[in-house]
């Protein structure tokens, strides 16, 4: 059975959570980066 396709891209935009911490993190676009900025800062240092 064929989905609706704005129900398709309403799925899409859920938010991911952060493995490291279990944060929220604010999808980018173009970006498939799984941490959330204070991980990937911390990890940085």
């Known amino acids: 059975m ?3 396709p ?3 891209f309403l799925n899409l935009s859920k938010k991911k ?3 490291e ?3 929220y993190i604010d999808e980018q676009a173009e970006s498939y980066i799984l ?3 204070r ?3 911390n990890k940085a240092e």
């Open 21 to 23: 911490c279990g944060e």
């Open 17 to 19: 959570i952060c493995p």
């Open 35 to 37: 941490e959330c900025d």
């Open 6 to 8: 704005v129900e398709f």
């Open 39 to 41: 991980c990937l800062a």
């Open 2 to 4: 064929l989905q609706n």
